[in-house]
């Protein structure tokens, strides 16, 4: 089946400028979390969406993070006022409902650079 | 929080040997223990997963131990091939909490 797609696959925008990453979990699928990537380091947690509750937000570096989900499908991850230490590689994992089952389906990232 | 730490940040080995990768986790209360390769350009992928009721977990050549006393857990690929080059990322979860905590990854080259 289809897994966890993200677009763009690269962006490359310029310092100030707002950008719009998107994530398209596995159907089915009623939790969803953002990581950050950054050049040779581990995954960094922004943001956790389960079902109707209110995210988990404690990752979020900054308030020009923003995140949303609609519909419990589709979530997107906002950068206002990009800034150079903003590039890495955004991925997004989503995982299927249900007790202990915390394995993570991750997308292939979006890479994005900050000129 | 949780503190995950991981080692050797880089693993060179030759086709056909042996290669582990070693984490220590800081809370008790984790209880799950997954690993993850991630290849160049991809997001990572589950490979396998132990829970505190296991002490060890085979699939083929892969094998993950954890010791809940000393809290460390490992992963091991017994018969290397090329295609096992990649970043590998442990990563520690405790009950109740859906986060995670990270590694910050081992880089794996295998060496025909």
């Known amino acids: 089946g289809a897994g966890v797609s993200q677009s763009p696959s690269n962006k490359v925008t310029e310092k100030g400028k707002d950008v719009e990453l998107r994530c398209d979990p596995i159907s089915g699928h009623t939790a969803l979390y953002w990581y950050r990537q950054s050049l040779g380091q581990g995954l960094e947690f922004l943001i956790y969406f389960q079902g109707n509750s209110a995210p988990d937000k404690s990752g979020l570096p900054s308030d020009r993070f923003s995140a949303e989900r609609t519909g419990g499908s589709v979530s997107t991850l906002t950068i206002q006022r990009t800034q150079q230490e903003d590039s890495a590689v955004y991925l997004c994992a989503s995982s299927p409902s249900g007790g202990a089952s915390l394995e993570q389906y991750f997308g292939p990232g979006t890479r994005l650079t900050v000129t | 929080g949780e503190n995950v730490e991981q080692h050797p940040s880089t693993l060179s080995v030759q086709e056909g040997d042996s290669a582990v990768i070693k984490c220590t986790y800081s809370d008790s209360a984790s209880n799950y223990f997954p690993w993850y390769k991630q290849e160049l350009g991809k997001g990572p992928q589950l490979i396998i997963d132990?829970?505190?009721?296991?002490g060890e977990k085979k699939d083929q050549r892969i094998a993950v131990t954890l010791n809940k006393t000393a809290k460390h857990f490992s992963l091991h690929i017994t018969e290397t091939q090329p295609e096992d080059s990649a970043v590998y990322f442990c990563?520690?979860?405790?009950?109740?909490?859906?986060?995670?905590?990270f590694g910050r990854g081992t880089s794996l080259i295998v060496h025909p």
């Open positions: 990563a520690a979860s405790r009950r109740g909490s859906y986060i995670p905590t």
């Open positions: 132990i829970r505190s009721n296991v």
